[in-house]
């Protein structure tokens, strides 16, 4: 499930799941896009304790939170020369606040948590872009590997940490930018309804032809990023997925079937009431009932 923002309390998680007949004991939820670095490394959902999140991760050690991070937070992003904030990191200077980060979740309770790092950089819409160059490429890398140490010397700390494409990019290579087996635990993809050469929908072009996305430029298609997952040795996540065009059971149909038959850590349609995503319920009854009995 995903809670974008504001409170989280045992209600809102039985309504939806009076919905869907799941329970929920994942939740997920981002820090994106932090302003400045003492937003970035102190996440709103914990600094902010009437908003519930360390309550309800108290209530249940099943209980576990997956955050979303950019590698950077928007006063030092720069879309025409990502070089300027990734050779800092690479070079350590933005590794304290990632230990501060730490430290901070596990202040909260949250040392458990699951961290998306640089969620969706391969998409020019990321503050943490990743670039073009091989030059920028690298130095992405090397910036997440060293947030990504800084946070697991902490004491106390347990993350699991998520590298997260999306799937509907350019041609950016996935092993020109992957941080490698040692900085990664869990492989995402996020993959939403429409396929991102066509514009269609499943039910308008098939599950087959959406899976392996029909534009060859596409390095980060579904089957892509899932092949990918299996050939490092990692579990796949489908960190965002959901539907935008119409009440279309066979997406959802075809979503079930990667989780059922792969090794799928978590998957989470984002119902977050945003950009033109469908809620789940009584908008789009023919896939709440596909999800419902998939996932319930």
């Not at 991760?57 to 576990?64: I, N, V």
Request: glycine share 8%; with cysteine; hydrophobic share 35%.
């Amino acid at each position: 499930m995903n809670n974008p923002e504001g409170l989280l309390t045992d209600t809102q998680l039985a309504a939806i799941s009076a919905i869907t007949g799941v329970t929920y004991n994942c939740v997920e939820t981002y820090e994106t896009p932090a302003p400045q670095w003492g937003d970035w490394d102190n996440p709103w959902p914990f600094r902010i304790t009437s908003d519930g999140w360390d309550v309800w991760l108290k209530e249940s050690p099943e209980h576990q939170v997956i955050l979303g991070m950019d590698l950077i937070p928007a006063a030092v992003s720069n879309k025409n020369d990502p070089l300027t904030w990734e050779q800092p990191c690479d070079e350590g200077q933005y590794s304290g606040y990632a230990t501060t980060l730490a430290q901070n979740l596990v202040g909260y309770g949250a040392a458990d948590t699951v961290i998306r790092l640089g969620v969706e950089a391969n998409g020019e819409w990321a503050l943490d872009d990743v670039g073009q160059t091989t030059e920028e490429e690298l130095s992405w890398v090397r910036c997440f590997d060293k947030e990504v140490t800084a946070m697991r010397s902490v004491p106390g700390s347990h993350f699991l940490f998520v590298w997260n494409p999306n799937t509907c990019t350019n041609d950016l290579g996935l092993t020109n930018w992957y941080p490698g087996n040692s900085y990664v635990d869990i492989i995402g993809a996020d993959a939403y309804d429409t396929d991102c050469n066509t514009l269609k929908s499943v039910a308008q072009e098939s599950w087959s032809n959406y899976y392996i996305d029909s534009d060859p430029s596409n390095g980060a298609s579904l089957s892509a990023v899932e092949a990918f997952s299996v050939a490092h040795g990692k579990p796949l996540a489908i960190p965002e997925w959901g539907l935008t065009i119409s009440d279309d059971p066979a997406y959802v149909e075809g979503i079930a079937s990667v989780v059922s038959t792969d090794e799928v850590a978590f998957q989470s349609y984002f119902d977050c009431g945003c950009d033109s995503i469908l809620p789940l319920g009584t908008l789009i009854p023919n896939a709440t009932a596909v999800y419902r009995n998939a996932f319930g």
